[in-house]
């Protein structure tokens, strides 16, 4: 894994995510660049140092939301660990595999803030956003098998072992 | 559980315990033990998306004139690149005019009182998160903003400032739902806290259930806070009934259109007079 392709990669999604997304797309429809790229470093990647990318993708989605600090390191970190899991079981590569676990990372992912969000505020109403983010989970979902293979085909610059990590280990 | 307990599976619940230490330590810690460090890791950030606000209108031409370069040759090539280079100037002097026209405007709509305490600034950035509705500011501590102050658009509040860094700030606008702000209905004078509830709408809440609003109201800011007093905050859209209950909520579309905010005034606080109590 070569770290400074990752970290230019994850500042363009970061940037792309809190500006031009965030400017022209409402909520529901917009799609989450960010997860994307740790989502497919948890697939194709060590995985070590995949969790350490997600937990740092997270740590910068935290720095571009007015959320507490570190809620979304930890949630990026439990959705790379699953992806780690789910990888050993199911081909990463098949785009079926790729649109379901973005869309059951999204809604883990934005739920619990939202959950969290809504507990913290005591503002039940919030409740009327969750149709939001299953939209907008079924957005990232279907850009995901694209994303993943726009980013694979810069598998070399990335540093990527071709060799699956679980037939390695 | 045969992957956890060989060698690079326990390497991996070892990374895995590290990271879920750091983000638990991360969420507990104070937030302004964390302020400077968040400052600083978002300034290049800003930076970038200065840049890229900024650069973006050169880019959207630029397929316009490749196209243009390669369709026509000799003179009549010059002419158009003459002319498309008249217009690229027109459309960056308008650009610019619209520019200075809306920072003019944000200030017309200030009181004369207020105009003295503002400091325009350009949004530079939004929330990356679905849930939460925040935008970045180009103007920071540099320039007397600090966290509490009031963000206005065209007169009216469209939010408060939740974080600062030398060159920037974060805005929480006014349907997050971090956002609380004391307000006051403009013509019946009740008053309550206002709340974000997302999607662009907000709560009223604690208000007594007999206490006279009707749908269309105008509600104001109190002056209770750190905002300014009589402020325009939103409309009422739903005023509810008297259900028995002690308290009551009414719903309140803010004046500000979020998706339209380009140029805001930031509310900075007036210099400290020496030897003042």
């Known amino acids: ?169 | 559980m045969k992957l956890l307990s060989s060698k690079p599976g326990a390497l991996l619940l070892k990374t895995l315990w590290v990271y879920l230490g750091l983000s638990l330590l991360l969420l507990i810690l104070p937030i302004h033990w964390l302020a400077p460090a968040r400052g600083a890791a978002l300034w290049p950030f800003s930076l970038a998306q200065r840049v890229l606000f900024e650069g973006t209108a050169p880019i959207e031409e630029f397929p316009d004139r490749l196209t243009r370069l390669w369709g026509r040759a000799g003179r009549e090539q010059e002419l158009q690149n003459e002319v498309a280079k008249l217009r690229a100037q027109l459309a960056a002097e308008g650009e610019r005019r619209r520019s200075a026209e809306m920072r003019l405007a944000q200030m017309d709509c200030l009181t004369p009182e207020l105009q003295k305490r503002t400091v325009l600034s350009r949004v530079i950035g939004y929330d990356a998160s679905p849930v939460r509705s925040s935008i970045l500011l180009d103007r920071g501590a540099g320039q007397g903003v600090s966290r509490g102050a009031a963000v206005l658009c065209s007169g009216a509040l469209a939010g408060m400032v939740a974080s600062v860094t030398p060159l920037s700030a974060r805005a929480l606008l006014l349907d997050d739902p971090a956002c609380k702000v004391m307000v006051r209905c403009e013509r019946s004078r009740v008053m309550g806290v206002l709340e974000g509830g997302g999607g662009g709408s907000c709560l009223v809440k604690y208000i007594a259930s007999n206490a006279d609003l009707l749908p269309g109201d105008l509600f104001v800011t109190s002056g209770m806070d750190s905002l300014p007093d009589g402020v325009l905050v939103g409309v009422c859209t739903e005023a509810g009934g008297d259900s028995g209950e002690p308290l009551k909520w009414v719903t309140v579309r803010p004046s500000v259109d979020a998706s339209q905010l380009e140029h805001v005034a930031v509310v900075i606080k007036p210099p400290a007079r020496e030897g003042g109590n």
């Open chain 1, 1 to 169: 894994m070569r770290w400074a392709t990752w970290a230019l990669l994850l500042a363009a999604a970061l940037l792309a995510q809190a500006g031009p997304l965030a400017r022209h797309l409402p909520p529901e429809v917009r799609p989450d660049p960010v997860l994307l790229l740790a989502l497919f470093a948890a697939a194709r990647a060590e995985p070590a140092e995949a969790l350490g990318f997600c937990w740092l993708a997270g740590l910068g989605r935290d720095l571009f939301s007015a959320g507490p600090f570190g809620e979304y390191a930890l949630l990026y970190l439990a959705a790379g660990a699953g992806m780690i899991q789910i990888r050993r079981l199911l081909e990463p590569r098949l785009p079926v595999v790729q649109a379901a676990s973005a869309f059951l990372a999204y809604s883990f992912i934005e739920g619990i803030c939202l959950g969290t969000t809504l507990l913290a505020s005591g503002n039940r109403h919030l409740a009327s956003q969750a149709g939001a983010l299953i939209s907008g989970a079924l957005v990232t979902a279907a850009a995901a098998p694209l994303f993943c293979w726009g980013v694979g085909l810069f598998a070399r610059p990335l540093g990527l072992n071709r060799r699956r990590w679980a037939q390695a280990g």
